[in-house]
C-alpha cells in the first residue's frame, strides 16, 4: 500500500505543495519555458527582418510581434519578478509560512492555464492572437480579429493577470502583517521594500486591466460597449492604467536586487535606507499617474499633467541611483557575477530611463511615437534593465535556493555575451527609430537603407540566445557538479542567509535579534567589537 | 500595533494628491476617475488591515498550515474551463462549473480537517 501511496503523494507535493518556496521555484520554471518559446519567437521576427521581409508573412509575423511581447509581459518577466518575492519575501521577513499558502499556489496554475490558453492559438484555424500586447480596440474587436485565437488570448491574459494580483495580495500581506518581532517596517531589507510597492501597483492597477479585457470580450461577442473613438480611448485609458505600471512591476524588484547585490559585495551597509524607502513609495504612486503619456498623439487627454507626471520621474529614481552609487563609494568591492550583472543594470538601465525623459515630452513624443526608438527605449529598461537585474539576483540566490554555487568563470561568459548581444540588438534601433523606421512591419523597402543595420541587430539578437546557452550550461554543469554552498558564501546582510541552503520547510530553526534592516551586518559587527 | 496599514493609507493619500492635482488640468472624465478609484481602494484596504492589526493586538491565534492542496489546483482548472466557455460554449462553462465545484469541495474538506487539527492542539 505504502509503496502505491508514495509516488501519489510526491506528485501532490510537486504540483500543489503550498509551500513559497516551491510555488515560487515552479513558477520561475514555468517562467523561463515561456521565455525560451518567447524569445524564439523574438529570433523569428529578427530573422525576417535580416531576411529583407522574406520569411513569413504580414499576418504571421503580426501573430509573432503579438505573442512575443504578450509572452514577455505576462508570462515572463511579471510572473518572475513576483516570484522571485514569493521565494524571498517570508524569508526576509522572517516569516515561518507566506500568508495565504493556497491563494499563492492558485496563482501558480492560473499563470499556467493562461499561459497555455494564449499559446493555443497557434493550434486554432485562424492562428494565435495578432493584435498587439495591447490588443487595443478597434483592431481586437469581432470584424478585425476574427477567430478563436484572440478570444484565447483575452481568457489567457485574464487568467494570468488575476494569478498576479493574488500573488501580490500575498506578498503584501506577508511583508505588512507576518513580520518577525523585531522587524519593523524600517528595517526590512531593501527587496522586501521594492516588492511592497511592486505589489501595491499590482493589486490596485491590475484590476484595470481585467476591466478592458472584460469590456473587450463584451464588445466582441454584444457590440455597444466600446463604441467609435470615445470607445477606443476608453479602452487606452483602463490599459495603460495597468500598462505603464506594468513597467515598474517589472523593475522595481531587480531594484531590489540590484540594491541588495551593491550592498553586500561593497561589504557595505546600504546607503540612504530612509530616502530610498520614501523615493520607493513616491516612485510608485507616480508610476500610477503616467499612463496617458502613451496616448500623447491622441490629443484627447491633459499632455501637460501628464507629462509634468512623467518628467517628475526623474527625482525618485535619481535618488535611488544616488543610493546605489553611494553604497558603492569606498566599498570593498568584489566582481563576482551577480555584481557584474548589477553593475550592468545601473549603466544599461540608464540608457532606457533617459530615453525615457526624451519620450516624456509631447513634442519629441508626436516624432518618435510607434518608431524603433521607443522599441529600443523599452527593451533598454525592461531587456538591458531589468532582466540584467534578474541575473544578478539569480547568481546572488542561486545558492541559496540550490545549496549550491554557480559557475563563476561560465557566468563571468553569461555577462560578456548578453552585454554584447543587448548593445548590439537594441542601440541601432535608436539609431532606426530616429530615421524613422516604423514598428510592427514585416517587410521594409530596400530605398531605406536599413537593411544594414536590421542584419546587424539580428546577429546581435543570436548572440543573446548564445548568453542564454551557456546560462543553461551553467545550471546544468553546477547542478550535476555540485560545488557545496553552505549557508552565508557571500557575507550578505539580511535575514535569509541566516537559514540553511535550501531552507528548511518553515524557513527558520532560530532568528538571530533584528536590530536593524541589515541584522547578520549587524551580528558581525559585533563580533568585530567583540574582538577588538 | 504593527503599523501595515499606514503605508496602505499614506499611499493611498499620495494616489489622491496626484489625482487631485490633475484639476488644475482640466481631466476628461476617464482621467480623473480612475487613479481616484484606485486611491480610494487602497485606502479602504488600510482602513480594513487596520481593524484587522487592532484585533489581533489582542491576541496572536496558532495557525494551521495545508501542507498541499489538490483541491486548489482543481479549483482553478475549474475556473479556467469556465472561462474560457464564455468564448467557447455553454458546455464548456458547465464542465468547468462542475470541475470548480469538486475543488471548491476539496478545498472546504480542508478547511474542516484545519479547523479540527486547531482543535486538537487548542485542548492540549
Known sequence: ?532 | MRRAAIVLLAWGLWLGVLTGAQAAFAPKLIQFSIPAVAGAACLAAGLVVWALDACQARGERPRAITDSSIATVTLVFGLALALLGAGFGLWLILIGAGVFALGLGGVMREQRARSRTLRREGSR
Open chain 1, 1 to 532: 500500500m505504502n509503496a502505491v501511496a508514495v509516488p501519489a503523494r510526491a506528485a501532490s507535493r510537486t504540483l500543489a505543495s503550498t509551500d513559497h518556496k516551491r510555488i515560487a521555484s515552479a513558477a520561475c520554471m514555468v517562467a523561463f519555458l515561456f521565455f525560451l518559446a518567447g524569445g524564439l519567437l523574438a529570433l523569428l521576427m529578427r530573422s525576417q527582418l535580416a531576411a529583407d521581409g522574406g520569411v513569413v508573412s504580414q499576418q504571421t509575423y503580426n501573430e509573432l510581434f503579438t505573442m512575443h511581447g504578450s509572452t514577455m509581459v505576462y508570462l515572463v518577466i511579471v510572473p518572475v519578478a513576483l516570484a522571485v518575492g514569493l521565494y524571498f519575501v517570508p524569508l526576509q521577513v522572517g516569516a515561518a509560512e507566506i500568508a495565504g499558502p493556497r491563494v499563492a499556489l492558485a496563482g501558480l496554475w492560473m499563470l499556467v492555464c493562461g499561459g497555455m490558453a494564449m499559446w493555443s492559438g497557434f493550434l486554432t484555424s485562424g492562428g494565435a492572437a495578432a493584435a498587439s500586447w495591447w490588443g487595443f480596440d478597434p483592431l481586437s474587436d469581432s470584424i478585425h480579429s476574427p477567430g478563436s485565437g484572440m478570444e484565447l488570448w483575452i481568457f489567457g491574459v485574464m487568467l494570468a493577470t488575476l494569478g498576479q494580483i493574488l500573488w501580490a495580495g500575498c506578498i503584501l500581506s506577508t511583508a505588512l502583517r507576518r513580520r518577525a518581532p523585531g522587524m519593523t517596517l524600517m528595517r526590512m531589507p531593501v527587496f522586501t521594500w521594492t516588492m511592497v510597492v511592486t505589489c501595491l501597483m499590482v493589486v490596485f492597477g491590475f484590476p484595470a486591466l481585467l476591466l478592458a479585457l472584460g469590456l473587450l470580450w463584451a464588445q466582441r461577442h454584444f457590440g455597444g460597449v466600446l463604441v467609435g473613438g470615445a470607445g477606443a480611448v476608453d479602452y487606452q485609458a483602463l490599459f495603460w492604467f495597468y500598462g505603464h505600471p506594468v513597467v515598474y512591476v517589472m523593475f522595481f524588484p531587480f531594484v531590489g536586487m540590484v540594491g541588495e547585490v551593491l550592498a553586500t559585495f561593497s561589504s557595505r551597509r546600504f546607503f540612504g535606507y530612509s530616502a530610498f524607502v520614501v523615493a520607493l513609495l513616491a516612485f510608485a504612486g507616480l508610476s500610477m499617474t503616467v499612463w496617458a503619456h502613451h496616448m500623447f498623439t491622441f490629443g484627447v487627454l491633459s499632455n501637460k499633467y501628464f507629462a509634468l507626471t512623467s518628467t517628475a520621474l526623474i527625482v525618485p529614481a535619481g535618488i535611488e541611483y544616488f543610493d546605489f552609487l553611494a553604497t558603492l563609494w569606498r566599498g570593498s568591492l568584489r566582481f563576482t557575477t551577480a555584481f557584474l550583472f548589477a553593475l550592468g543594470f545601473l549603466v544599461q538601465f540608464l540608457v532606457g530611463g533617459l530615453t525615457g525623459v526624451i519620450l516624456a515630452s509631447p513634442p519629441l513624443d508626436y516624432g518618435l511615437n510607434m518608431s524603433y526608438f521607443v522599441v529600443a527605449h523599452f527593451h533598454y529598461t525592461i531587456f538591458a534593465g531589468s532582466a540584467f537585474g534578474l541575473f544578478a539576483g539569480i547568481y546572488y540566490w542561486f545558492p541559496k535556493i540550490t545549496g549550491t554555487m554557480l559557475r563563476e568563470r561560465l557566468g563571468k561568459l553569461h555577462f560578456v555575451l548578453m552585454v554584447l548581444g543587448t548593445n548590439v540588438t537594441f542601440f541601432p534601433m535608436f539609431i532606426l527609430g530616429a530615421e524613422g523606421m516604423t514598428r510592427r512591419i514585416a517587410r521594409y523597402p530596400a530605398s531605406t537603407g536599413w537593411q544594414g543595420l536590421n542584419i546587424l541587430e539580428t546577429a546581435g539578437s543570436a548572440v543573446i540566445a548564445l548568453s542564454v546557452l551557456v546560462f543553461m550550461a551553467n545550471m546544468l554543469v553546477s547542478l550535476r557538479d555540485r560545488h557545496p554552498a553552505g549557508d552565508d558564501p557571500w557575507g550578505a546582510h539580511t535575514l535569509e542567509w541566516a537559514t540553511s541552503s535550501p531552507p528548511p520547510r518553515h524557513n527558520f530553526r532560530a532568528l538571530p535579534a533584528i536590530r536593524s534592516y541589515a541584522p547578520l551586518l549587524d551580528l558581525r559587527e559585533a563580533r568585530e567589537d567583540v574582538n577588538v
